[in-house]
């Protein structure tokens, strides 16, 4: 047998090295804790700062290098061949690039932080920071209808994932570092330091804590003071002094709240349709980008305002408004825009194209509201600029990060008002219309729900469908009293469902329904039974009909919910497009054991990912097996197996106990076996598992 130092791989890259050398000096002097928080806060926020600068010279160099700066669009519409030609070039490059190094990189960035940090504990590989940033940079710098910002802080939050990994951090450590680098990248990219402490705390960590707020500061403010020395001190967008005319025109703003609420959902739900029918397209995935490329230039060759970052259009609209009719096919153009370029695979962030929308609509009200009321409201340009935020805010469902970025743009409190108002209508409006938010829909399609920063319960991957019980015990409507007291005597249920019986008021399309009528309960018969001439009445005449139901498409901690609020043991589960037809009953039990199977599923999942980043730690391949009854290794102890030479048995499942193996260990029949092995030696590990009568003629 090997240890497992022997199946390591040769550790000979200068920045493994370096963390050996690092791990070594922390080992041998022991520095405070504030010293390891604050000093590795302050090389990510640094580090971040350095490579936001890198890659937003990296955009400018390939939109100078294509012509693709607002004016160059504009010229290029002369030149429609090029025009859709040049997007699908990019898609071209910069796909390959995705799906052979680095898949996460692929779509805005974000989600897949937010992945990291639930599933594997901050963890992001290092390749992930590279490619990012090239595959966003080709993208962006060739028209694709992108943000920087997205990029930005997948890239900042990679890099502080990887300073954690290579001071062998514990998990929390590492996530806290990766709140400081997407903290780092809104503040090296807009400037707005206070805003990107806010984010990583409303987003990636997904409540404010203590515990992570200083050192994601720290991160943020070294972020942005590396960014002003290189690109200098002046915030993102030049805005004009604003403010209100009169308090009544809040109401305008409440009215621009609610119309960015529905702009943003209509923005989430278009973007990720493009994202599911591309996964189901069986086309190289490689080459999808290029499609979405044609697509977008084509959309560009109409209004090539939709083409790039759009910040350069939002700039002018502060201070200029445009058309009417133009700032309305632009909000509808930069969703199809966006669309095609994320929702085929491309690399970018939802941060600009967010702000564009609001900008958009924002603007549109604005001037609606100049032109009915004139000198009477503030510019078009202020109604733009609150526009940008509650269209963010709406979207990404982070109020706070919004108004703050705004602020630090404008640096005027007059505006606060309003902003606050039209922000937290869209972002309450926008929580009515769609649970998810932008960054999160992804994540719930693969049944992970997020709430604070963390999978919100075990039982989310759980239906009602699953745990419901399909053969229940029913009772008549018209069944007498009588009848329902020994029908519970006999089967010892405390309730039972109502049918009532068809009629031809209840036919459909002649076939007999029958009709859930609701619930009796034992409770019931009882408190009925005190009072005289009990035994005349029917069930129909004391069944509680105003019953709680649930539905089984819907997680089952819902159903658990209700059961609280009323305290009831059980729901009748009814077709929500048919509430009188039951489909089954969900009971408390029946709850303890999806729940059993909710924590199996949770474990299983972890131990899938531990084994992924032991194959990756180790260079060698790793693989599950079960121990069959009259295997050679059954009953024997893990040293006398004779497992080839590079072969490591790391741990088995036993029921519901994971066990770390020894070499005295002894396996069972049905134990599941996690190995560590040679490509070449697969075959010959899962043979020492398999029945010995199988290798008999």
Known sequence: MLSFAHLMPDQTTPIIRLGLRLRR??????????FILISTALITGIATGLGAIGFIKLIAFFQLFFGTTLPGWLHLTSSPVWMVVLPALGGLIGGPLIVRYAREAKGHGVPEVLTAMTLRGGRIRGIVAVIKTLASGICIGTGGSA????????????????IGQ????????????????????????????????IFA??????????????????????????????LGDHPAFVVPVYHMQNLGEIAIFVILGLLAAVCAVLFIRVLFAFEVATERWRFPEWAQPAVGGLLLGGLGL???????????????????PLALGLMVLLIFGKILATSFTLGFGNSGGVFSPSLFMGAMLGGAVGLLANQWFPGQVAPTGAYALVGMAAV??????????????????????????????????????????????????????KGIRLERGRDIDVMQGVLVSEAMTQDVDLVSADMSLVELEQEFISSHHHGFPVMEEPSEKTAVDGDPQHRFLGIVTLQDLTRTQSTPGWEALRVRDIATKDVLVAYPS??????????????????????????????????????VRAYQRAILRRLTLQDRV??????????????????????????????????????????????????????DTVLEPGDEVTAVAERDDLDKVRACFRRMDEFVD
């Open 554 to 591: 819907e997680p089952i901690y819902k159903a658990l919910q209700r059961m609280g609020t009323r305290d009831v043991g059980r729901l009748p589960v009814v077709n929500p497009d048919d509430p009188n037809q039951l489909i089954g009953l969900v009971r408390r039990n029946d709850i």
């Open 25 to 34: 000096w922390l080992d041998n002097h022991h520095p405070p804790e504030d």
């Open 610 to 663: 531990e084994h992924l980043r032991l194959g990756k730690l180790t260079g060698k391949e790793t693989l599950e097996v079960t121990v069959e009854a009259n295997s050679r290794i059954a009953g024997k102890p893990i040293k006398e197996m004779g497992l080839p030479e590079h072969c490591l048995l790391v741990s088995a499942r036993r029921g519901r106990r994971v066990i770390l193996l020894r070499g």
């Open 392 to 445: 963010f805010a709406a979207s990404t469902r982070a109020s706070m990060t919004a108004v703050l970025i705004v602020f630090e743009m404008s640096n005027d409190y007059r505006l606060i008002l309003p902003l606050m108002a039209a922000v937290m209508v869209a972002t309450f409006t926008a929580e009515r219309l769609m649970s998810d938010s932008i960054y999160t829909i992804k994540l719930t399609a």
């Open 147 to 162: 943000g920087r910002e997205g990029p930005i802080v997948q890239i900042g939050a990679a890099l502080g994932s990887n």
């Open 201 to 230: 705390q409303e987003i990636i960590l997904g409540e404010f804590s203590s515990a992570h707020f200083g050192t994601v500061v720290i991160s943020s403010v070294a972020a942005s003071i590396v960014s002003r020395s290189f």
């Open 166 to 197: 290579l001071l062998h951090l514990s998990d929390d450590r590492i996530r806290g570092l990766v709140a400081c680098g997407a903290a780092a990248g809104i503040s090296a990219t807009f400037n707005s330091p206070i805003a990107g402490a």
């Open 302 to 320: 109409f209004l090539p305002q939709v083409m790039g970052t759009g910040l350069e259009v939002v700039g002018e609209l502060l201070t200029n």
